[in-house]
C-alpha cells in the first residue's frame, strides 16, 4: 500500500536557524497536506498542495510539491521558539481518495 | 462549538475493562476518522466513517477494538478487554467530505494500568 516517509524524525536547531522536513511517498499523490502538532496538542492543518511544482509560502515557512508530485518539503526560515512542534505530512493517492496517509512527522525542538 | 470535541479528555482504566470513547465530529462533515498516536509517535489510522458505514477497518489493530457512526454525527470507538499496549492518544478528526482537511479533535488521552 501506499507510504509515506518523513525525515528527520528529530530535529533540534538554535533559535534563528532554518529548518527543513523533507516528504517521500512511494506513490505519486493527488495533493499533500501539512500539518502542525504543537506539544500536548493535536494536529493543525496548515497547507494544502495540489499542483505540480507548487511552492506555497506562509510568512517564514515555504512549503513545495515536487514536479513527480512524490516530494514535498516545508522550510523554516529564522526559526522562533514558537515553531516547535512536529510537522506532518499527510498524501491523498488521488483525488476523493477515502483517506490521507501521515508522515511519521519531524520533530522540531529550537535552543533560544 | 465550532470544533471537533471529544470525551473524555482522560482516561484511566484497569487492564481488561472495556472503555468507550467519544467524538462529536464539526456539524456537517460527512466524513470522520480516528487515529491512534503513540507518546513520541505518528499518527495510526485506525478507521474511517463515511457516513454512518465504515468501509475502511483495515486499520483496527484486533477484534478488540470496534467503532459505531450514528446520525452521520456522533462515534463511539470502543475497546474491549483493554490492555497496557492500548495506552495512547485516540484523536479524531472530521472533514467536510473524504479526503479533504481534517480537522482534529483535542483527543482523549487512554492509560491502562
Known amino acids: 500500500g501506499q507510504q509515506v516517509m518523513q525525515i528527520p524524525q528529530y530535529q533540534h536547531v538554535q533559535e534563528g536557524e532554518d529548518f527543513t522536513t523533507y516528504c517521500n511517498s512511494s506513490t505519486t499523490l493527488s495533493n499533500i497536506q501539512w500539518y502542525k502538532q504543537r506539544p500536548g496538542g493535536h494536529p493543525v492543518f496548515l497547507i494544502q498542495?495540489?499542483?505540480?511544482?507548487e511552492v506555497k509560502k506562509q510568512k517564514r515557512l515555504t512549503f513545495q510539491f515536487g514536479e513527480a508530485k512524490k516530494n514535498s518539503s516545508l522550510h523554516i526560515t529564522a526559526t522562533q521558539t514558537t515553531d516547535v512542534g512536529t510537522y506532518f505530512c499527510a498524501g491523498q493517492s488521488f483525488r476523493g481518495a477515502q483517506k490521507l496517509v501521515f508522515g511519521q512527522g519531524t520533530r522540531l525542538t529550537i535552543n533560544p | 462549538g465550532a470544533g471537533v470535541s471529544q470525551s473524555p479528555s482522560n482516561k484511566v482504566t484497569e487492564k481488561g475493562k472495556d472503555v468507550e470513547l467519544r467524538c462529536d465530529p464539526i456539524?456537517?462533515?460527512?466524513?470522520l476518522y480516528w487515529y491512534r498516536q503513540s507518546l513520541g509517535q505518528g499518527l495510526e489510522f485506525l478507521i474511517y466513517f463515511q457516513g454512518n458505514s465504515a468501509p475502511d477497518k483495515s486499520g483496527l489493530p484486533s477484534d478488540r477494538f470496534s467503532a459505531e457512526r450514528t446520525g452521520g454525527s456522533v462515534s463511539t470507538l470502543t475497546i474491549q478487554r483493554t490492555q497496557q499496549e492500548d495506552s495512547a492518544v485516540y484523536l479524531c478528526?472530521?472533514?467536510?467530505?473524504?479526503?479533504?482537511?481534517?480537522?482534529f479533535g483535542p483527543g482523549t488521552r487512554l492509560l491502562v494500568l
Open positions: 478528526a472530521s472533514t467536510r467530505s473524504l479526503g479533504e482537511t481534517q480537522y
Open positions: 498542495l495540489v499542483k505540480s511544482g
Open positions: 456539524s456537517g462533515h460527512t466524513a
